[in-house]
């Protein structure tokens, strides 16, 4: 399995990803940000880095038909979004379809988009998290595959949060990265999810320790 991350910035899930002795192979990291820390990542571990800034393209077709156009030039089986902060076009989404992952600071469904610690202290939650994803055309709603959960206590504020979300998200997004790796995990044409041979309807769910 040949895997692409797609990042923007500190790429913390990148390195979680770098040091899990997965058995697929990182074969490239690909960023819209020259500055993002996570290409010096990319770098210390010896992995093709691609810098393609969106607004070097005159729209957001030409930006994502540039990014498409590497991951090829990579033979990229597995697109791995790792605090890639782009929408990708529909278009651009259905020719990776069943093949790209996100990972998402919120326990979808709840909580999508931006600010998710801030939205789930607002609503009272007891529980928060992480999720991952296939990525679908609309925003973080593929199908969930795994989840981080959390419980939140009194005293939890979104710096908090943040962090602890963030320690889960190492933990499940290599998990989930490898079940794809080693077909523990098999998305079928028909659009359905196996895990270890049976239909995935819920999110397998890992608690904190
Ligand atoms: C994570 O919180 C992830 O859930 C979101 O972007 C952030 C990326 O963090 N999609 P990092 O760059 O991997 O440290």
Not at 126 to 155: E, I, K, M, P
Request: proline share 3%; with cysteine; net charge negative.
């Amino acid at each position: 399995m040949r895997i692409a991350v797609l990042v923007s910035g500190h790429g913390s899930n990148l390195q979680a990803l770098l040091d899990a002795n997965l058995s697929g192979q990182i074969v490239g990291v690909l960023s819209n940000k020259p500055t993002a820390y996570a290409l010096q990542r990319a770098h210390v571990a010896g992995i093709a880095t691609q810098t393609i800034e969106h607004q070097n393209y005159a729209s957001r077709d030409a930006f994502d038909q540039a990014v498409h156009a590497q991951l090829l030039a990579w033979h990229v089986d597995l697109v791995v979004l790792a605090g890639f902060m782009r929408i990708l076009s529909p278009a651009f989404v259905t020719q990776w379809e069943g093949r790209m992952l996100n990972i998402h600071p919120s326990l979808l469904p709840k909580h999508k988009g931006m600010h998710t610690h801030a939205k789930a202290l607002e609503a009272g939650d007891t529980q928060h998290g992480c999720t991952v994803h296939f990525v679908t055309a609309q925003l973080d709603s593929g199908q969930s595959l795994a989840q981080g959960v959390l419980t939140v206590n009194v005293d939890d504020d979104q710096d908090s949060l943040a962090q602890r979300v963030h320690k889960l998200e190492h933990k499940i997004y290599p998990l989930v990265v490898e079940w794809l790796c080693n077909k523990t995990l098999v998305y079928q044409a028909n659009g359905e999810v196996l895990l270890h041979e049976k239909k995935l309807h819920d999110p397998v769910q890992i608690f904190e320790e």
